[in-house]
């Protein structure tokens, strides 16, 4: 039997989030609201399987693709998928699931058809439009922060922007957590400005250094980012971009990256 793509244990928690809805003008009432579960499994359809949102059937019960864009793009806006994501960190926190001891950061790239925000010409992929997902993990892989930037952006000028993404983690006693002990990153990070400013934000830097040969064994410990970010391009909203706004874009990818959260919670597979 197919997994249920919102269980009642995802809902429970996404349920407070989402604010009051727009309000209508008093002349154009218009059609009756959608309940915001079943927006949410028709955002949660276009996420997983990448279909154009004109193409959501409507036999699911859930509204139209362009209802289901105008949620999204309003619960982004109002900050649902940050929130969820910070109390999903919280709820880690609280389990002693993440590991603070060392972080790692890297960057993947993605085609972006029709162009749009956040965009530039792809250094791999032919000058082309294209995007880049950046991912700061902990020491098991689990997101900490994601950005979008466009694929022309060097790694080593989004370093600083990528570490100071990742927000106060509650849920144990005293003051909220915000750092790793060390991070860990590949030689397109290094630079001298980074190697004297991270230590100011209590962090050591741990990069493979420019110019050197490669085997510096920080592959050892850096292939978990990397496979966060495999996990980011299983979804199919987000191995090739087709939203224009990187506001929407960046609501996929944050979706996605508390769905990963989901499935490191201690009670297993929830999303």
Known sequence: MAKPL???????????LPPPPEPKRPDRPGRKRLHDR???VGILL??????????????????????????????TR????????????????????????R????????RARGGGEATGPSPVGRRKKGSKHFAVVDGGGKPLATRTTAANRP?????????????????????????PDAMDADRGSDSKAHRRGLPRRGLTPRFARRGTPHGSGLGEVR??????????????????????????????VD??????CFRQLPEGQLC
């Not at 276009?46 to 309003?74: F, K, N």
């Not at 109390?87 to 002693?96: R, T």
């Not at 972080?103 to 993605?110: I, P």
Request: aromatic fraction near 8%; glycine fraction near 10%; include cysteine.
């Open 6 to 16: 919102l269980p009642d244990a995802s809902w429970d928690r996404i349920r407070p």
């Open 38 to 40: 079943r927006c949410l």
């Open 46 to 75: 276009v996420l997983r399987t990448g279909i154009p949102r004109e193409d959501q059937p409507m036999e699911m019960g859930c509204g139209s693709g362009m209802a289901c864009w105008r949620h999204l793009g309003y619960w």
């Open 78 to 101: 109002c900050g649902v998928w940050r929130r969820l994501h910070e109390l999903l960190l919280a709820e880690l926190e609280y389990a002693g699931q993440i590991d603070w001891e």
């Open 103 to 110: 972080a790692a950061v890297d960057s993947a790239s993605l």
């Open 155 to 179: 790694d080593v000028s989004e370093l600083k922007g990528s570490v100071d993404a990742v927000p106060p983690v509650r849920g144990k006693r005293g003051r909220p957590r915000r750092r």
């Open 223 to 252: 292939w978990v980012v990397e496979r966060t970010l495999s996990w980011l391009f299983h979804f199919g909203r987000l191995s090739v971009r087709r939203d224009r706004s990187a506001g929407v874009h960046q609501g996929f």
């Open 255 to 260: 979706l996605a990256a508390s769905i990963i």
